[in-house]
């Protein structure tokens, strides 16, 4: 029942945010049509996707691929004090050590892990893909 209790509480207190590199494994995916990945490509935007608390996606923001990172950052910063932030990716270590980085500044003590998404989830979002998490204190 502790248990239990633990990770009902680190799930309902954790945010996610992510982003994908190209809109086209989305639309394979049945989660964005065709028209829209099409214009989202031809217009150079890359989304920023949060998680609703039913766990549905959200699209939260849509920045060119010079804010995506800044943006994912604004969002993950904006649920008050942290007790643990994640970063995985696919094929973006750069874009991760950026958010590394910047979240060790902003939170100096706060555990970062930094890992790979993992082959499921880079089959339905693709390379280049690239996660924030982070869990708030209770």
């Known amino acids: 029942d502790e248990l239990e209790a633990f990770?009902?509480?680190?799930i309902a207190r954790t945010e996610t945010c992510f982003s994908v590199n190209t809109l086209e494994y989305l639309q394979k995916g049945g989660r964005i049509g065709a028209v829209g990945a099409l214009l989202g490509s031809l217009l150079g935007i890359r989304p920023v996707i949060t998680l609703d608390k039913e766990?549905?996606?959200?699209v939260a923001a849509n920045?060119?691929?010079?804010q995506v990172l800044n943006t994912m950052l604004e969002i993950s910063s904006s649920h008050g004090e942290l007790e643990r932030i994640c970063i995985a990716h696919e094929g973006a270590e750069k874009d991760a050590e950026y958010l590394y980085g910047e979240m060790t500044k902003r939170y100096p003590g706060v555990p970062v892990?930094?890992?790979g998404i993992g082959a499921v989830l880079a089959?339905?979002?693709?390379?280049g893909c690239i996660g924030l998490f982070v869990r708030t204190k209770e």
């Open 7 to 10: 990770i009902n509480g680190a």
């Open 55 to 58: 766990g549905k996606l959200v």
């Open 63 to 66: 920045a060119d691929p010079q």
């Open 113 to 115: 892990l930094m890992t």
């Open 123 to 127: 089959t339905h979002l693709g390379p």
